[in-house]
């Protein structure tokens, strides 16, 4: 049984991931949440998590809640993770990390940090069918220049950044393929298309888990290509899929999800 400590544990993913893992066989040893959050000493039990008899602790008890972990599942904030990473890499802990939003150097910090170190899997998706669509897309770079492409993503009104880590990720690989050299994010007043610009155009309402829209418009036709996630637990049965794979690698490095479903590493 392959037991981990939750970090976020009382965050909308976090108690995602605490209710896939325990009907899929996972052992919770360890939670973790804010320095502020107010149920920081009872048990998740008592803060109605799930039916486990297990403390939830701040990060300046993370020792105490990794103790007993195979794996460092979290899903925070990007301050969180460069304070609690060390202490993770420190206690040699296998790592499945999620967070969004970093600064471009903050994710290279906390890599060169890991890379050496321990195996870890970092992913700002963890679905995997948005990793297919990830994969699709890489057929564009057989499309004439006049195919125009927009990605339109939509989330709940809690979500904190913008654009989605995946709609960057997106961004990214359609930005190599086809040779984009700006970013628009939004258009108002007289704005019309240039050539180098890719749309990445974001939505925050309501309760939406995440849809990813790619747009791909030529002059007489196009196509789109749409991801919607029906709830958080995609992201949860990814990253514990992720937990599974983590477990058998003996070389540390920041693998990706991708890394995951080809099966490489070990
Ligand atoms: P959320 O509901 O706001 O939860 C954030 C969690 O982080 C809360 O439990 C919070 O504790 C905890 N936290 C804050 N500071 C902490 C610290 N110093 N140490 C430990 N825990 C701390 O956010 P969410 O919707 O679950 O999303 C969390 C992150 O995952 C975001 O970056 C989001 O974009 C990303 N995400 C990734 C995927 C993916 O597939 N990779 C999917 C969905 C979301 P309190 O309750 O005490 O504040």
């Given at each position: 049984?392959?037991?981990?400590?939750?970090?976020?544990?009382?965050?909308?993913?976090?108690?995602?991931?605490?209710?896939?893992?325990?009907?899929?066989?996972?052992?919770?040893?360890?939670?973790?949440?804010?320095?502020?959050?107010?149920?920081?000493?009872?048990?998740?039990?008592?803060?109605?998590?799930?039916?486990?008899?297990?403390?939830?602790?701040?990060?300046?008890?993370?020792?105490?809640?990794?103790?007993?972990?195979?794996?460092?599942?979290?899903?925070?904030?990007?301050?969180?993770?460069?304070?609690?990473?060390?202490?993770?890499?420190?206690?040699?802990?296998?790592?499945?990390?999620?967070?969004?939003?970093?600064?471009?150097?903050?994710?290279?910090?906390?890599?060169?940090?890991?890379?050496?170190?321990?195996?870890?899997?970092?992913?700002?998706?963890?679905?995997?069918?948005?990793?297919?669509?990830?994969?699709?897309?890489?057929?564009?770079?057989?499309?004439?220049?006049?195919?125009?492409?927009?990605?339109?993503?939509?989330?709940?009104?809690?979500?904190?950044?913008?654009?989605?880590?995946?709609?960057?990720?997106?961004?990214?690989?359609?930005?190599?393929?086809?040779?984009?050299?700006?970013?628009?994010?939004?258009?108002?007043?007289?704005?019309?298309?240039?050539?180098?610009?890719?749309?990445?155009?974001?939505?925050?309402?309501?309760?939406?888990?995440?849809?990813?829209?790619?747009?791909?418009?030529?002059?007489?036709?196009?196509?789109?290509?749409?991801?919607?996630?029906f709830s958080r637990s995609a992201f949860a049965l990814g990253a514990?899929?992720?937990?599974?794979?983590?477990?058998?690698?003996?070389?540390?490095?920041?693998?990706?999800?991708?890394?995951?479903?080809?099966?490489?590493?070990?």
């Amino acid at each position: 049984m392959i037991r981990i400590c939750v970090a976020g544990a009382t965050g909308r993913m976090g108690k995602t991931i605490i209710s896939e893992a325990v009907s899929r066989g996972f052992e919770i040893v360890g939670a973790v949440a804010s320095p502020n959050n107010p149920g920081l000493g009872k048990t998740l039990r008592e803060l109605g998590i799930c039916d486990i008899d297990l403390p939830l602790h701040g990060p300046s008890k993370l020792r105490e809640a990794l103790e007993r972990a195979d794996v460092y599942v979290s899903f925070t904030t990007p301050e969180a993770e460069l304070s609690n990473i060390p202490e993770v890499v420190n206690m040699n802990k296998r790592i499945v990390m999620g967070t969004t939003g970093f600064a471009k150097e903050q994710l290279e910090k906390l890599k060169s940090l890991v890379s050496s170190k321990v195996p870890a899997v970092f992913a700002p998706n963890f679905s995997l069918s948005m990793n297919l669509m990830l994969k699709m897309l890489k057929s564009l770079v057989h499309l004439p220049e006049e195919y125009e492409i927009s990605i339109v993503e939509a989330h709940h009104s809690g979500k904190r950044d913008a654009p989605s880590g995946t709609a960057l990720s997106i961004a990214n690989l359609i930005s190599a393929l086809r040779g984009y050299t700006r970013v628009v994010h939004g258009r108002e007043g007289v704005s019309p298309r240039i050539r180098d610009e890719l749309e990445v155009l974001s939505v925050r309402a309501g309760g939406i888990p995440g849809i990813h829209e790619v747009i791909i418009a030529g002059p007489y036709d196009m196509i789109s290509i749409r991801h919607t996630s029906f709830s958080r637990s995609a992201f949860a049965l990814g990253a514990l899929y992720a937990v599974e794979w983590v477990m058998k690698q003996e070389r540390p490095g920041v693998y990706s999800i991708d890394d995951v479903l080809s099966g490489s590493g070990g």
